[in-house]
Nanobody, 123 residues
């Protein structure tokens, strides 16, 4: 059974940093795309960043480019999201997702999801 478990969320002041982790189990994700999404209250879930293990390609939403970095440790089946220069508008529940074999076109097409971790940025 595939599981994705996020950790690392919390409360931080604007301008601060957090690093989220997503540990995968149940299979090897070396041929998968791994992604981070977020959902703020009253809003739809939105794409944040993604990485493909094979090609090493990374993708970012415009709103986080230059501030967030996605990376992964294939041996640990873990993907990270380093978040710097955080803003109050980054406040949301952050979800990890996995998809085979690459990054799908829509949020609904991702195969597996974690339960999320709360990130709150105070002003």
């Amino acid at each position: 059974q595939v599981q994705l478990v996020e950790s690392g969320g919390g409360l931080v002041q604007a301008g601060g940093s957090l690093r989220l982790s997503c540990a995968g189990s149940g299979r090897t994700f070396s041929n998968y795309a791994m992604g981070w999404f977020r959902q703020a209250p009253g809003k739809e879930r939105e794409f944040v960043a993604a990485i493909t293990w094979n090609a090493g390609s990374t993708y970012y939403a415009d709103s986080v480019k230059g501030r967030f970095t996605i990376s992964g440790d294939n041996a640990k089946n873990t993907v990270y999201l380093q978040m710097n220069s955080l803003k109050p508008e980054d406040t949301a529940v952050y979800y990890c997702a996995a998809n085979w074999p690459g990054v799908p076109r829509t949020t609904a097409q991702w195969d597996y999801w974690g339960r999320g971790t709360q990130v709150t940025v105070s002003s």
